[in-house]
């Protein structure tokens, strides 16, 4: 039942890769290595790669943590009990830790219980919450668990128990009737961030509380080393918070001075130097799982709460020797499982395996089924049975959500919850089999056997004279690495082999040696020794690899880490699935997306500031009559691009204005990303030919176009849409106008944080003395004996760039028209290269230059609009967008 893997190689987006390239400094493999992972604007761009604690968003943006943190201060104050109720697994038990940790240093009586698995099973539970009352508490918290306990939250209300819960599960259509719900996937939560693990979403709380008790950021952050644990354990993408969270986890672990992780690293064999995701999800994760799968997870709590090294160490010794117990276990259910599936036909053809014994514990049956899927490459969902009940564990592959699957199958189960990869269940035996029909025949008809072939997805196919030491060292500014944040795999086509040969213990792994064109680099293939058969010298392969850097003998030099190898000529790209109609408008929009490398600097420059500098001035007359437009004002958003998602979704029909033409492509390739969930998008920018706008309209006009991303000045004005959305912050009041009946409805999501590259936009535009004194004296030391000179724009730019990091082409001829102005030179241009004589005779007055003061001028109008917009009330702003030229 094995699968060949099928190798896709992630289509190539050249003009977001100049983009992103041009603006970060960074190489086009690099940038397409970020477009592979959903980055495709330079905001995200920079914030994936800041990753600052301070860009995390507000805990008060999440729906009801202003209610939470009334309660559980409230409770703090009257002196009640607080009982922190948690999960078994890592996410549950490292988010029970930290919370216990900031309530007790809030000052609260606060203690915690985790279920245990075997006997109490997952979430809330009525024994546990009678035992609490019996103790004297008062008020429940959840961690990982309890959005989909309203039953057990109502049998809490009749003991006298008010609950607050923190979960990061898919919320169920009732939730309970907490006092407040944490839960960032709830319906109407604002929340800009979803993707919180368990241990996530108690932090948020904790940094409720803390700022309401007027403690510092400096005191949560004390607890991001167990919070990193928790997020790397729960599989969570790494990607937004999550990765800040783990980017400044990692080093405090590596550090840590709590006796508890001291001692589970110590017990794990690892060295604290090379932490990193892999060895948490591997050494320290299994470890504290072990205890929660095997028996009572309550013991890796108190590992983390051990303030005595000495005890410490005994606990995690004890948590390793569960976790030998579990693998040992793990192993015994996996063999089972395999011989079942050997000798049942009827199960093993499925496109989804369900088995059920009576002979499997409960605590690793979501680690077999892991393993089943990797070798299978179908959804596993394993069943341990007693006494007629059935505990399950499911997981799956991409293009088959279990939690979605679960629910259309919920007639046939007793509870359920959890991810579209991984979840929980509970199945009385007697409905196995009709489950096992129903699910099958859900996957017969969402399953194709593409779905069902494994595949091993490149993210650039590139030449090997590519990869250089420092693009290589680039690439690790993608770390930490994990879940939708993979390890770069790379590709080339036709390397020729050198040689190979088999090494390692017992010659498991292939040593190789290949070259393209004139590079020659070493490679190694773990557990690949069966393909040195099939190489020999001079053979031409297709390679699939990591790139690293290999240090050997004070000698430091590129490696490959080999994946794969296919003969040459196999490597298929990866083509998205779509009707006809489909993909017309994916081929038009890839043609309106592309650039030619000349044109991406100036896409760059916002469109307003290109405008000015065709203008001089332009009279408006402000329409004195009452605003019939709706301002929607989000001009503090704090992510306007899942702002922007939600506004495009909510509408029929929308216009977003963006600033430039390379925003432009950024945008509309992020929304084309997003899924069809707000219909069709087309796009207009001043790079599009004339045949290519009369293509627009016409698909516009049509109404097959629901989302217009434009840049301002645009020739689609006589076209109605339902909103129009101001993604950036204007340059000057002629961007604002809008024409009678273009839209009832104006959105404004440029604001403050977009002020400050504004600045550097508008700077470009006028450069002053100290830069243009640069500028000339460049001109100067270029210039024969005749005193002509030639020099490139890309030489102008990169001196003017000293000072003002947007400069572009109109920046350096600004520049050259001072200087032309002032008769200190004459020049002329053909193309990219600049021709001029100087006038070595002549001293200039920058005053005698009309270009310069008006430049300075405009800069300060510029300003002083900006100003003006950010400051305006919604009532302002109404009149500026129906002024009048």
Same mark, same amino acid.
């Given at each position: 039942m094995r699968r060949q893997k099928k190798w896709r190689v992630k289509a190539p987006n050249p003009a977001l890769q100049q983009i992103l390239s041009f603006e970060l400094g960074i190489s086009k493999i690099f940038a397409q290595l970020l477009i592979n992972r959903g980055i495709y604007t330079v905001d995200q761009a920079r914030a994936f790669l800041g990753s600052e604690l301070d860009k995390m968003f507000s805990p008060w943006l999440m729906q009801d943590m202003k209610k939470a943190v009334e309660r559980i201060l409230g409770a703090r104050d009257k002196g009640e009990q607080i009982l922190v109720y948690g999960d078994y697994d890592v996410d549950g038990i490292t988010g029970t830790t930290v919370l216990v940790l900031a309530l007790r240093r809030l000052g609260c009586k606060a203690d915690y219980f985790i279920p245990h698995r075997l006997e109490e099973g997952y979430g809330l539970n009525k024994v546990a919450l009678e035992r609490a009352v019996e103790r004297g508490v008062s008020l429940v918290v959840t961690v990982d668990c309890g959005i989909s306990g309203a039953e057990e939250v109502e049998v809490?209300?009749?003991?006298?128990?008010?609950?607050?819960?923190?979960?990061?599960?898919?919320?169920?259509?009732?939730?309970?009737?907490?006092?407040?719900?944490? $839960?960032?996937?709830?319906?109407?939560?604002?929340?800009?961030?979803k993707e919180l693990a368990g241990v996530g979403v108690a932090l948020k709380l904790i940094q409720g509380l803390f700022e309401q008790a007027g403690l510092s950021q400096r005191n949560w952050e004390e607890y991001l080393d167990l919070v990193c644990l928790g997020t790397v354990a729960d599989i969570v993408p790494l990607q937004g918070e999550n990765r800040i969270l783990v980017k400044h986890g990692l080093p405090q672990i590596s550090n840590s001075k709590r006796p508890g992780l001291q001692a589970l690293i110590k017990v794990s064999g690892i060295k604290a130097?090379?932490?990193?995701?892999?060895?948490?999800?591997?050494?320290?994760?299994?470890?504290l799982n072990a205890a929660g799968r095997m028996g009572d997870a309550g013991l890796g709590v108190e590992l983390l709460l051990a303030e005595d090294l000495l005890v410490a160490e005994e606990m995690a010794e004890e948590l390793d020797r569960g976790n030998h117990e579990r693998q040992q276990v793990e192993s015994k259910v996996l063999s089972e499982a395999l011989a079942l599936l050997e000798t049942d036909s009827e199960i093993s053809q499925g496109k989804v395996l369900v088995l059920a014994s009576e002979n499997w514990h409960p605590g690793v049956i979501g680690i077999v089924a892991s393993r089943l899927v990797d070798r299978f490459y179908r959804p596993v969902f394993m069943i341990?049975?007693?006494?007629?009940?059935?505990?399950?564990?499911?997981?799956?592959?991409?293009?088959?959500n279990l939690y979605q699957a679960m629910v259309s199958c919920q007639d046939h189960l007793e509870q359920f919850g959890g991810h579209a990869m991984a979840a929980g269940f509970s199945i009385h035996v007697d409905k196995i089999n009709e489950f096992?029909?129903?699910?099958?025949?859900?996957?017969?008809?969402?399953?194709?056997?593409?779905?069902?072939?494994?595949?091993?997805?490149? $993210?650039?196919?590139?030449?090997?004279?590519?990869?250089?030491?420092?693009?290589?060292?680039e690439l690790n500014q993608l770390s930490p690495l994990g879940h939708c944040n993979p390890g770069p795999i790379l590709g080339c086509c036709q390397a020729t082999v050198i040689n190979c040969r088999e090494v390692g213990k017992n010659g498991g792994h292939l040593k190789m040696r290949v070259r393209e064109d004139h590079t020659v680099l070493d490679g190694i293939g773990f557990?690949?020794?069966?393909y040195s058969e099939m190489l020999a010298a001079n053979d031409t392969v297709d390679m699939a690899f990591i790139p690293s850097i290999n240090v050997w003998n004070g000698r430091t030099s590129v490696q490959l880490e080999v994946k794969e190898l296919k003969e040459t000529g196999e490597v298929a790209s990866q083509l998205v699935e779509a009707g006809e109609y489909d993909r017309e408008v994916k081929r038009t929009l890839t043609k309106f997306l592309h650039l030619p490398k000349e044109k991406i600097a100036e896409s760059l420059v916002p469109l307003g500031i290109l405008h000015l500098l065709k203008l001089y001035n332009t009279d408006y007359i402000e329409d004195s009559s009452p605003c019939k437009l709706q301002i929607e004002d989000y001009r503090n958003n704090p992510d306007r691009l899942a702002q922007l998602v939600q506004l495009v979704e909510a509408k029929d029909s929308s216009i977003i204005i963006v600033e430039s033409t390379a925003q432009a492509i950024q945008i509309t390739t992020f929304l084309s990303e997003q899924g069809d969930s707000f219909g069709?998008?087309?796009?207009?920018?001043?790079?599009?030919?004339?045949?290519?706008?009369?293509?627009?309209?016409?698909f516009v006009q049509s109404g097959r176009a629901k989302v217009l991303v434009t840049t301002p000045f645009h020739p689609l004005k006589d076209f109605n849409f339902e909103q129009v959305i101001f993604y950036y912050l204007p340059y000057q009041l002629a961007e604002c106008i809008l024409d009678d009946g273009c839209a009832s409805r104006v959105v404004l999501l440029g604001g403050e944080k977009q002020a400050a590259e504004s600045r550097e936009h508008i700077d470009a535009m006028a450069p002053e003395r100290q830069a243009l004194g640069e500028v000339f004296k460049l001109l100067r030391q270029r210039i024969n004996q005749q005193a002509n000179g030639e020099i490139t724009l890309e030489e102008l730019c990169a001196c003017l760039k000293k000072y003002y990091p947007k400069a572009s082409q109109h920046t350096a001829e600004v520049s050259l028209n001072v200087f032309q102005e002032l008769g200190l030179l004459e020049y002329k241009n053909q193309g990219d290269i600049y021709f001029y004589r100087i006038n070595l005779q002549v001293r200039g007055d920058l005053q005698n230059s009309q270009t310069y003061k008006w430049s300075l001028h405009t800069k300060e109008e510029c300003l002083r609009f900006q100003r003006q917009y950010l400051s305006a009330t919604v009532e302002e702003l109404g009149r500026l967008f129906t002024c009048k030229l």
């Open positions: 809490a209300k009749a003991l006298g128990l008010e609950v607050v819960i923190t979960d990061h599960h898919e919320p169920p259509v009732q939730l309970p009737a907490a006092v407040a719900i944490l $839960d960032p996937k709830r319906s109407g939560c604002s929340y800009p961030f130097e090379v932490l990193g995701t892999r060895e948490l999800g591997f050494g320290l994760a299994p470890r341990s049975l007693e006494e007629g009940k059935g505990k399950g564990s499911a997981r799956s592959i991409p293009g088959f096992r029909k129903t699910i099958n025949a859900m996957a017969e008809e969402f399953l194709s056997e593409e779905h069902l072939t494994p595949n091993l997805d490149l $993210d650039a196919l590139i030449n090997l004279n590519d990869l250089s030491m420092d693009t290589v060292q557990n690949l020794a069966s069709t998008l087309a796009v207009y920018h001043p790079a599009l030919e004339d045949c290519e706008v009369k293509q627009l309209r016409s």
